[in-house]
């Protein structure tokens, strides 16, 4: 990363060069993994803006875009649920093979295609805030380890305790995973190992304290944001999502689309079926914002729209329904926040600095994805 950032900093089209690389990266690795590629293209956008602020420090011509490139970081959000670890077509490939909708010609094509928005970036995008000054984020000051501190009694009656602890888990998590595989779930055998391992390494209370409080600096605003996202599930979950339900009730009745002072060509361009997945990608954009995470976000709407599909007659490929979630949702990350904070944490940016240059992406991705489910 380093490497990558001094030859950046040293090139004479610096912001061009930065918005392809980092862009590219962050859709490559998207498509992968879209943690992965958040956290990877974080790090870099951070090495990247640190260079330029030393650089700027030292030359005050030289101007960089900061929120710019952390907001290319971002853009693995807009391929992910399209890629290998998209919750909607991993979580429906029992109903709908792989091959109709990750591996589908649309959805290559329709991801394919967004490695071309760094050319519209530069183009539509840069122009639009030209002139305007970007202040440099507050420098990444290195963390200095703390002086090791004497070990008392209580520490190591404390290092004992963690090692118990730690046998005792391990134990347990064993024993429930084979004489009981359904009492735990994957996520939840996570978590006992991670806090494991967090035991075991803690070679003293004091240790173990300052890492707790090092680490949720980072990660409080995404603690906050938790119990507001979880009630809006738990709300949208009330009677069998109801909710959702009442909501794909009134989406599905496509002849409402045609109510009203429609233009004469209109529904030669969208028929009925079209429509319904017009609606259905807005749909997904709305119910994003609300609920961020991809897997609770096909719990709430997919299965849903699936039965409301079969129970109406309606005729669309059940494969172009797992598509217009996935895309809806690709979309709807370039306005939530929720997972921008990480590369906020790592940049030192604000969120609506980043969100304000991922906003103009969501346009022209929009109009791709919205095309590919239409007409191909």
Not at 95 to 121: C, D, H, R, W, Y
Not at 145 to 163: I, K, M, N, R
Not at 258 to 278: C, E, H, R, T, Y
Request: aromatic share 14%.
């Amino acid at each position: 990363m380093d490497a990558i950032a001094d030859w950046l900093c040293c090139s004479d089209y610096p912001n061009i060069l930065s918005v392809f690389v980092v862009a590219w990266l962050a859709l490559l690795t998207g498509l992968i993994n879209w943690g992965f590629s958040l956290i990877f293209c974080g790090m870099l956008a951070a090495r990247i803006n640190e260079r330029f602020r030393q650089k700027e420090a030292q030359d005050r011509e030289a101007t960089f875009n900061y929120p710019l490139v952390a907001a290319c970081a971002y853009l693995g959000m807009l391929v992910w649920h399209g890629g290998l670890s998209g919750s909607a077509p991993l979580m429906a490939h029992q109903q709908i093979p792989l091959e109709k909708t990750l591996f589908s010609s649309e959805n290559l094509f329709a991801n394919g295609t967004m490695f071309a928005l760094p050319v519209f970036i530069l183009f539509c995008v840069v122009p639009f805030f030209h002139g305007k000054h970007f202040s440099p984020p507050p420098p990444i000051e290195p963390t200095e380890p703390a002086p090791p501190a004497s070990e008392q009694w209580h520490d190591w009656l404390f290092a004992g305790v963690c090692t118990v602890s730690v046998a005792f888990l391990v134990l347990l998590a064993a024993f429930i995973g084979v004489w009981s595989p359904n009492a735990i779930d994957a996520v939840g055998l996570t978590v006992i190992v991670l806090l494991a391992l967090g035991l075991l390494l803690a070679t003293n209370a004091s240790n173990y304290q300052e890492n707790l409080r090092g680490a949720t600096t980072d990660f409080v605003p995404i603690l906050v944001q938790f119990p507001f996202y979880a009630g809006i599930v738990g709300v949208a979950a009330m009677d069998n999502n109801q909710i959702v339900r009442d909501a794909s009730g009134w989406m599905v009745d496509a002849e409402s689309f045609f109510s009203g002072n429609m233009p004469a060509w209109f529904p030669v361009i969208v028929d009925a079926k079209q429509a319904f997945l017009v609606r259905l990608f807005f749909q997904a954009c709305i119910v994003k914002f609300f609920v961020p995470s991809g897997a609770m976000h096909w719990e709430l709407q997919g299965q849903v729209t699936l039965d409301e599909n079969v129970n109406n007659n309606l005729g669309v490929e059940p494969a172009k329904i797992v598509l217009a979630i996935a895309y809806g949702h690709q979309v709807g990350n370039m306005f939530q926040p929720f997972w921008v904070l990480p590369i906020v944490s790592l940049t030192r940016l604000r969120v609506a600095d980043i969100l304000a240059f991922s906003a103009f992406c969501a346009i022209p991705a929009a109009a791709v994805f919205l095309g590919c489910l239409l007409w191909i």
